[in-house]
């Protein structure tokens, strides 16, 4: 008889006994969790078990600082032995760079009820006494780090969850996943069938051997990382107090404190991917031989740095196996287009973000979405472009700078090109340069004259392309400019009922024949899920347009609720159809020359759309734009991109026309107050806190996903508004995302964008503020690398207030 079950957990590292607990917590005591091995065989019992709540990404930190408090609480039970040291840490700062970014993350911290302190040089003495501060500029110091004993804390979470019910199961190998027509799936093992309703992923760096049995390709590789344990040293022997853990970001390693000597982890840049060829069937509590000379530099940084490691001898080594994602970090949440299966797998960090995961994991089955946004650890961030080898790539990269500084505008380079527009040698010969989005290259900005040097980084206005980056800004403002856009998310949804599906999938009002319009689908409690820009064809067939990133999970938004014989259909389309972006007051006098269709006001208004007939043939123009300018999106097929180009090209020499990229287009956009997907709008907010009423149709009579959460908010009104900000003084550097608003010493909101506004030559940001801050003339500060900044709230957009220049 098959045994049957609510869901099942495979894998019994520290994130599936997570997984499994926090669903017992919420509920579902009928869950099992099965290990081919015993419970930490595979990356957990090796892992060092340093637990930093620091990170630069917002919903990071809080899942972190989750995991944190989660972990005292276990260990403060007596029925859980568990070794954790809350020892604090200190992170050292070479340089000015690495200053900017702590101020601004203790910042982030601070909103997060985390009391993070910059630290002097003789403040850092004061909490190290064994460190040398020689070129320390000063140092960050975390009170919540420290170190915890990882299978303990396994062991901890397994025993809570069976409190509540739960089952593990050890040494039961997973060989089979099938799933029934009902959505159900047949979990089969070496010791039998399991049906169960929901699969989640937990298996750690055999993740990807799970998705193998559903034919489905997972982007991991697996990384060596290796550290040195120390024999006792007498500094450490002879002090009652235990040490702080200790990371050098700028030179890439962390120490801490074991026992009466040290642990020290470098990420060294000559990073080692592992099993190429494959994955070992039996590599349960295993390690690879030691490869210390790939250390050797940085134990004698640290050595310089803490002059009492040099007087121990190393003890043994650990080289282990951590499972990378091209980005480096996890997958939470949902497979994209398979009902009932969820990851929760391929952590770097799975100690510290273990806790924090398992929570996550089950408001996902549970509830169907998360308390905070995770979108930066949604597997269907990644389509089908993410090869092996891409993953590889990536995951290389991002060990060689697993403590490097997020910068913005940082384009890393490893696997790239990868996706390319017909446009790209044209375009890199033009002296473009390039950025990745949703792995497709597009141009960032235009080096006309060959001749800037290699971009540097910085938190502050400082880039070398922001000259350029003016010029085609004036190009659009004043004549006219022209985008190539390859990876625009294209999808057809058409079929009899089709109207009616997407007005159930949607908040607002789905536009009329040949009109074009925003549109948001919300989650379940009326949050913000997605955004899209919608063309009426017909009656039921729609265009739809959605970011480049959004492909996969869009899709999921558009058909997971279509039943299997649905005569509706929603088909990607993007890989057939490219999209040219002319705009600029000069737009009309370049696009008549090419095109013999009408482009007047009368016969195509503003937010409409047409089929026109170019010298290159036919294709869909749109009189859209995400610059605020009169403008048309050209969405014609692939192979007509390079000559319609050069129709508009020739066309516009009379004008001066100039090639922008997405470094203008942000600066454009924010000057309207043009919100950006998984920016400025993400499921941790609602539509109306997003000043996005226009937008809402609180009159449908449409049962749509998220009504009722919508309209018990519309009638009490949002809690906070989005609005854009004006500095009083310029400064030297723009709002970082997430840098938190106050007022009268008080945290009321944090900003989602911050650029130079080339047009209006003030550096503005867009923000969300408490409701009652949200009018116009409202004076802020906003906390920008550690100094408050006074803004001013406006009225949105900041330029072109009625829209005479999109109607002209």
Known sequence: MTEHVKVVVIGGGVVGCSCLYHLAALGIKDALLIERDELTSGSTWHAAGNLPTFSTSWSILKLQKYSAALYRKLAASSENPINYHLTGSVRLAHGRNRMDEFHHVQSMARANGLEYEILSPSELKDRYPLIETHDIQGALWDPLDGDIDPSQLTQALAREARLLGATIRRHTRVTGLEQKPNGEWIVTTDKGQITTEIVVNAAGYRAGEVMAMVGRHLPIAIMSHQYLVTEDVPELKESAARLPLLRDPDTSYYLRQEREGFILGPYEWKATPMWLDGMPDDFANQLWNDDFERLESYIEDAMARVPALSRAGIKRGVNGPIPY??????????EPGLRNFFHCNTFSFGITQGGGAGKALAEWVVHGQ??????????RRFGDYATTAYTVAKAIEVYQNEYASSFPYEERPAGRPLRT?????????KGARFGARGGWERAVYFDLEGKLPADTHS????????????EEVKAVRERVAILDLPGFTKYELKGPGAAA???????????SLGRVSLAYALTPTGKLLSEFTITRLAEDHFYIISAAIAATHDMDVLSQSLPDNSPIQVTDISAQLGTLIVAGPRAREVLSQVTKDDLSNAGFPWLTAREITTVTGKMLAMRVNYVGELGWELHAPVDQIPALYAAIWKAGQAFDIRDFGLYAMDSLRVDKCYRGWKSDLESGYTPLEASLDRFVDVKKTVDFVGKAALLAEHQRGAAQRFVPLIFDENGDAEAPYCAQVFQGGTNVGLTTSGVWSHTLQKNVALAYVRADLAAPGTKVQVEILGHMRSATVHQEPLYDSTNLRLRA
């Open 370 to 379: 998360t308390e905070w946004d995770l979108w930066s650890l949604d597997r």
């Open 325 to 334: 994602s091209p980005d480096g970090n996890p997958y939470i949440g949902p």
């Open 459 to 470: 938190f502050r206005r400082e880039n070398i392309w922001h000259p350029a980056v003016a």
């Open 421 to 429: 527009s017909p446009m790209y040698d044209q375009l890199k010969a």
């Open 501 to 511: 599906h997407l007005d159930r999938v949607s908040c607002s009002k789905l536009p």
